[in-house]
Protein backbone atom coordinates (compact mmCIF):
# COMPACT_ATOMS: atom_id res chain seq x y z
CA UNK A 1 0.00 0.00 0.00
CA UNK A 2 1.46 3.63 -0.66
CA UNK A 3 0.85 6.41 1.08
CA UNK A 4 -1.28 8.09 -1.15
CA UNK A 5 -3.59 5.02 -0.35
CA UNK A 6 -3.35 5.28 3.70
CA UNK A 7 -6.86 6.18 4.63
CA UNK A 8 -7.46 8.82 7.87
CA UNK A 9 -9.96 8.05 10.35
CA UNK A 10 -12.95 10.75 10.37
CA UNK A 11 -13.85 12.66 13.37
CA UNK A 12 -18.05 13.21 12.82
CA UNK A 13 -18.55 14.79 16.25
CA UNK A 14 -16.77 15.57 19.76
CA UNK A 15 -18.05 16.76 22.78
CA UNK A 16 -15.98 17.60 25.69
CA UNK A 17 -16.98 15.98 28.83
CA UNK A 18 -14.52 17.45 31.50
CA UNK A 19 -12.30 20.92 31.98
CA UNK A 20 -11.83 20.96 35.37
CA UNK A 21 -9.11 23.42 34.72
CA UNK A 22 -6.94 25.17 31.68
CA UNK A 23 -4.44 22.50 31.86
CA UNK A 24 -6.40 19.68 30.99
CA UNK A 25 -9.79 18.95 28.88
CA UNK A 26 -11.56 15.63 27.86
CA UNK A 27 -13.51 15.19 25.08
CA UNK A 28 -15.51 12.09 23.76
CA UNK A 29 -15.17 11.77 20.02
CA UNK A 30 -17.10 9.75 17.39
CA UNK A 31 -14.79 8.63 14.92
CA UNK A 32 -15.33 6.79 11.34
CA UNK A 33 -12.61 4.25 10.59
CA UNK A 34 -11.75 3.65 6.88
CA UNK A 35 -13.92 0.32 7.20
CA UNK A 36 -16.92 2.84 7.81
CA UNK A 37 -17.26 1.34 11.49
CA UNK A 38 -18.33 3.84 13.58
CA UNK A 39 -16.31 3.97 17.60
CA UNK A 40 -19.05 6.16 19.52
CA UNK A 41 -16.86 6.54 22.74
CA UNK A 42 -12.98 7.57 21.02
CA UNK A 43 -11.72 9.56 23.90
CA UNK A 44 -9.51 12.54 23.18
CA UNK A 45 -7.02 14.34 26.12
CA UNK A 46 -6.13 17.91 25.01
CA UNK A 47 -3.41 19.62 27.66
CA UNK A 48 -1.13 22.91 26.30
CA UNK A 49 1.35 21.91 24.16
CA UNK A 50 5.00 22.91 25.55
CA UNK A 51 8.72 23.16 24.90
CA UNK A 52 11.49 21.57 26.35
CA UNK A 53 15.35 23.10 25.95
CA UNK A 54 18.36 21.87 26.54
CA UNK A 55 21.07 24.71 26.45
CA UNK A 56 24.33 24.89 26.77
CA UNK A 57 26.71 27.77 27.79
CA UNK A 58 29.49 29.27 25.77
CA UNK A 59 31.88 27.14 28.00
CA UNK A 60 30.34 24.27 26.73
CA UNK A 61 28.36 23.23 29.88
CA UNK A 62 24.65 22.04 29.99
CA UNK A 63 21.99 23.79 32.32
CA UNK A 64 19.93 21.16 34.12
CA UNK A 65 17.44 21.18 36.95
CA UNK A 66 18.09 18.63 39.72
CA UNK A 67 14.53 18.19 40.60
CA UNK A 68 11.32 16.73 41.49
CA UNK A 69 7.87 16.01 39.79
CA UNK A 70 5.16 14.46 41.35
CA UNK A 71 4.68 11.71 39.14
CA UNK A 72 8.31 10.51 39.11
CA UNK A 73 9.37 8.78 41.99
CA UNK A 74 12.48 10.11 43.49
CA UNK A 75 14.36 12.86 41.63
CA UNK A 76 14.71 13.64 38.08
CA UNK A 77 17.43 15.73 36.19
CA UNK A 78 15.67 18.01 33.68
CA UNK A 79 16.31 20.39 31.01
CA UNK A 80 14.03 23.45 31.15
CA UNK A 81 10.76 23.44 29.71
CA UNK A 82 7.03 24.19 30.13
CA UNK A 83 3.51 25.09 28.39
CA UNK A 84 3.03 27.94 25.90
CA UNK A 85 1.01 30.23 26.63
CA UNK A 86 -1.98 30.57 23.93
CA UNK A 87 -1.47 31.58 20.29
CA UNK A 88 2.26 31.55 21.32
CA UNK A 89 5.26 30.79 18.97
CA UNK A 90 7.16 27.92 20.26
CA UNK A 91 10.37 29.12 19.51
CA UNK A 92 9.02 31.98 21.96
CA UNK A 93 8.41 30.10 24.33
CA UNK A 94 11.34 28.53 24.62
CA UNK A 95 13.19 31.72 24.72
CA UNK A 96 10.80 33.00 27.61
CA UNK A 97 11.31 29.34 29.53
CA UNK A 98 14.93 29.76 28.88
CA UNK A 99 15.22 33.32 30.56
CA UNK A 100 12.45 32.49 33.27
CA UNK A 101 13.61 29.09 34.77
CA UNK A 102 17.16 30.00 34.47
CA UNK A 103 18.28 33.69 33.64
CA UNK A 104 20.17 32.59 30.84
CA UNK A 105 19.52 33.78 26.85
CA UNK A 106 20.92 32.61 23.83
CA UNK A 107 20.92 33.99 20.36
CA UNK A 108 21.90 30.55 18.70
CA UNK A 109 18.79 28.18 18.77
CA UNK A 110 18.45 24.84 16.98
CA UNK A 111 14.83 23.45 16.48
CA UNK A 112 14.39 19.99 16.34
CA UNK A 113 10.75 20.48 15.60
CA UNK A 114 7.14 19.33 17.82
CA UNK A 115 6.03 15.66 18.77
CA UNK A 116 2.77 14.81 19.51
CA UNK A 117 2.62 12.58 22.42
CA UNK A 118 0.08 10.28 21.71
CA UNK A 119 -0.85 9.95 18.38
CA UNK A 120 -3.87 8.17 19.35
CA UNK A 121 -5.28 10.22 22.07
CA UNK A 122 -4.22 13.49 21.46
CA UNK A 123 -2.86 14.99 24.37
CA UNK A 124 -0.01 17.82 23.54
CA UNK A 125 2.43 18.49 21.04
CA UNK A 126 6.12 19.27 22.82
CA UNK A 127 8.79 21.37 21.10
CA UNK A 128 12.17 20.64 21.42
CA UNK A 129 15.03 23.19 21.45
CA UNK A 130 18.90 23.46 21.82
CA UNK A 131 19.87 26.85 22.72
CA UNK A 132 23.73 27.18 22.41
CA UNK A 133 25.97 29.75 23.46
CA UNK A 134 23.88 30.80 26.71
CA UNK A 135 24.53 33.24 28.95
CA UNK A 136 23.58 34.90 31.74
CA UNK A 137 21.72 37.63 31.77
CA UNK A 138 19.19 37.74 34.49
CA UNK A 139 18.05 36.41 37.78
CA UNK A 140 15.60 33.35 37.28
CA UNK A 141 12.20 34.19 37.92
CA UNK A 142 11.41 30.83 39.59
CA UNK A 143 7.36 30.00 39.54
CA UNK A 144 7.42 26.31 39.57
CA UNK A 145 5.38 24.04 41.70
CA UNK A 146 8.38 21.47 42.38
CA UNK A 147 11.50 21.78 44.26
CA UNK A 148 14.60 22.27 41.51
CA UNK A 149 18.25 22.92 41.61
CA UNK A 150 19.83 24.25 38.38
CA UNK A 151 23.52 23.07 38.16
CA UNK A 152 25.58 22.68 35.16
CA UNK A 153 27.07 19.70 33.69
CA UNK A 154 29.99 18.73 31.43
CA UNK A 155 29.57 17.15 28.06
CA UNK A 156 31.17 13.56 29.61
CA UNK A 157 29.10 14.28 32.45
CA UNK A 158 25.28 14.85 30.94
CA UNK A 159 25.94 12.09 28.68
CA UNK A 160 26.96 9.91 31.78
CA UNK A 161 23.35 11.11 33.15
CA UNK A 162 21.77 10.27 29.73
CA UNK A 163 22.62 6.51 29.87
CA UNK A 164 22.08 6.00 33.07
CA UNK A 165 18.70 7.08 33.00
CA UNK A 166 19.02 9.62 34.85
CA UNK A 167 16.43 11.85 32.47
CA UNK A 168 12.88 10.07 33.61
CA UNK A 169 10.50 11.96 31.43
CA UNK A 170 11.12 10.67 27.13
CA UNK A 171 10.73 13.95 25.68
CA UNK A 172 13.35 15.41 28.34
CA UNK A 173 15.97 12.36 27.46
CA UNK A 174 14.61 12.66 23.47
CA UNK A 175 15.90 16.44 23.92
CA UNK A 176 19.29 15.32 25.45
CA UNK A 177 19.66 12.94 23.24
CA UNK A 178 18.91 14.38 19.83
CA UNK A 179 21.01 17.91 21.42
CA UNK A 180 24.08 15.02 21.94
CA UNK A 181 23.48 14.38 18.52
CA UNK A 182 23.54 16.95 16.82
CA UNK A 183 26.78 18.69 18.75
CA UNK A 184 28.64 15.87 17.43
CA UNK A 185 27.45 16.21 13.38
CA UNK A 186 28.94 19.86 13.96
CA UNK A 187 32.03 19.46 15.25
CA UNK A 188 32.65 16.63 12.25
Avoid at 59 to 76: I, N, P, W
Avoid at 80 to 101: F, H, Q, S, T, Y
Wanted: aromatic share 10%; net charge negative.
Amino acid sequence: MKNSELRQWETLSKETVLKPSKFLTVENHVVRLPDDQIIPDWTWLIIPSAVIVLAVTQDGRFLCFHQTKYAVEGTTLAPVGGMLEPKEDPICAAKRELREETGFVSSDWVNFGGYILDPNRGIATIHLFLAMNAWKETEPISDDLEDQVLFFLTRDEIEAAYKDGAFKILSWAAVVAMSLNYLDAVKD
